[in-house]
């Protein structure tokens, strides 16, 4: 284990390193900042689950998956603090197309706060995923599960290319430039947060280890699940494959834990969009069983609030996004928290919990 931990959050370290021997394979980051100070950055383990071991390395980054998901709709919430995107105008002043089956009057504010019940791409071929046009094209035409603004879902598989079609509308430009030029690089952390993996990085690149967990068998075996997700290529080593890794996803970035508690506390701070715009960030758009999931969840504009199923410390106004495996990313305004975990060992969820556990007892 390396890197660096203030004496005060020890326990930290101790659950780290606990962490790190609990995981089947692979390694690890995390990283904490309490009140703007960076209190612990800490990595270890292995960058490859295959093979010879490599150690993981400071600079190390690794799929985050869902925890993406925040970093792109901040993205579109910056481009609606500068005036050119209107949270409460009809999605389809910017993306005319998407007005078919019913969608003339969800608004962009519906849409990034889950309430439009557009949880299934139908019409997209399976194993398109990771291509953005012809999920965006199936998506167009698809009908609302339900009356939008009744029902909240989390838009899983669906969030990312809604994400994407809007800032490309918007700005002409994919979302990952766009979150690299407009957040990361003002930030200093355009190299170790990335939305589509230049060629020269992929050495960085950790290596993921997806053994199959009881909770992805649970989403293995349920049809609304399995329709939501055909679009995805299961076969193969996908999350390993440059299809995954290159494929600028707005639900498959790469980050170290430092990005990721940096860029929340950068936001938690008002330094990436305004004070009005962070406060409708965080409003509460819904909390009530996920029509997709099933999941008793608190839905912000895009982002997750604090809950027993999606759990970030104990103030209810924390929020954040986890990742398929067990990374997150989060901030908590009461405590002056900002939090990063990413590993490349796909069953972390309960070692996730454990770090916040350690952090918040250090308080």
């Known amino acids: 284990m390396s890197g660096r931990c203030d004496p005060r959050f020890a326990a930290v370290r101790d659950a780290f390193e606990q962490a790190l021997a609990e995981q089947e394979s692979g390694g690890g980051a995390v990283s904490a900042i309490v009140d703007g100070r960076v209190v612990a950055d800490l990595w270890g383990g292995s960058r490859t689950t295959s093979g010879a071991p490599a150690p993981w390395r400071a600079d190390t980054i690794t799929c985050i998956h869902s925890a993406t998901k925040a970093v792109s709709v901040t993205c579109v919430l910056l481009l609606a603090d500068r005036g050119l995107l209107a ?78 079609e809007l800032v490309r509308r918007t700005t002409s430009r994919p979302l990952g430039e766009v979150v690299g030029t407009e957040i990361l690089r003002p930030l200093a952390l355009e190299l170790e947060l990335e939305i589509g993996v230049p060629d020269a990085d992929l050495p960085r690149v950790a290596e993921v280890h997806a053994p199959p967990t009881p909770a992805m068998q649970a989403l293995a075996g349920d049809p609304k699940y399995l329709r939501a ?28 834990a430092r990005a990721l508690a940096s860029f929340y506390g950068a936001l938690a701070d008002g330094r990436i969009v305004s004070d009005g715009m962070l406060a409708q960030l965080r409003e509460q758009q819904w909390a009530d069983v996920c029509g997709l999931t099933d999941r008793q969840l608190r839905m912000a504009l895009g982002l997750f609030l604090n809950s027993e199923e999606m759990p970030m410390g104990p103030n209810p106004e924390a929020f954040g996004h986890h990742g398929l495996g067990g990374s997150l990313g989060m901030a908590d305004p009461v405590a002056g928290v900002a939090f990063g975990y990413v590993t490349n060992s796909l069953d972390g969820e309960e070692r996730c919990g454990r770090l916040l556990d350690a952090l918040y007892a250090c308080l």
């Open 229 to 256: 997700w055909r679009q995805m290529p299961f076969e193969g080593d996908v999350l390993n494959s440059r299809t995954c890794i290159q494929s600028g996803s707005a639900g498959a970035g790469y980050a170290t």
């Open 87 to 164: 949270l409460d105008r009809p999605v389809a002043d910017v993306w005319p197309e998407f007005a078919a089956a019913g969608k003339q009057a969800i608004t962009v504010r519906t849409l990034l706060g889950g309430l439009a019940g557009l949880v299934y791409p139908d019409a997209a071929p399976a194993g398109c995923w990771f291509e953005h046009e012809p999920m965006a094209q199936a998506i167009a035409q698809q009908a609302p599960e339900w009356p939008p603004g009744t029902q909240g879902a989390y838009h899983s598989s669906t969030f990312p290319c809604l994400l994407e």
